[in-house]
């Protein structure tokens, strides 16, 4: 880590031109590369075709925890919603040959459970033909921060197929039991603990919550 700005103290020595010089000169030379690499391979479509296998999904707004999930491949993903519809999204492993651009869309903004902050109405769409549903939503939002999937443990048997999420906005620690079906019970956990940063497993298996300038916290099992 530096211990003071080095681009303050080159700013001393470097007139400011010759520095906003080089920045145009660097932009100049990546866009020209990217337009060599186009032409050294014959067209326009490769390079976006290629460009989309980049891609895993799209249609998210803010995402803030990301677990590997139940099966190889899949993640799932809770992210912040405007004003309600904090959405979590389960985006599987992509199959081969498939085009992310037409089979990956999670649908914001054209579909959400949420309005705007000022109450305002963003679309009409709750969900959209084409559009992955999300496998659970809240409303109202409870800004989900940090997440964890308790399976197979010895620790919290009682807990297992378990999501634990932190809320932010009413400050406690959010329960999620699911089945086959999806979520079947939703449980408060340490109400008013304050605003519950993140959610984490130690390699023991113990389940470790931060609170925002509260501290760490330990989960011990009844």
Known sequence: MFATNPFSILAETVPSIVMQGFVVLMVLLIVAGTLLDIIHKKNVKYF???AKKAI????HR???GIISGLKDGDIWIHEHGPRGG???NIVSNPKINEDPIKER?????KATYGINYSGSEIT????LDGVTDPYYYWTPSIAPSGMVMIKGSEIYSDWNNTLLIGSLSFRYLERLKFDDSGVIMREKLFPRIGRVRDVNLSPEGFVYISVEGEGIFKILPN
């Open 124 to 127: 009409k769409n709750k969900t």
């Open 48 to 50: 976006f075709e290629n």
């Open 105 to 109: 869309n999670y649908g914001w903004p």
């Open 56 to 59: 895993w999904s799209y249609g």
């Open 62 to 64: 803010n995402p803030q």
């Open 86 to 88: 904090d959405e979590i």
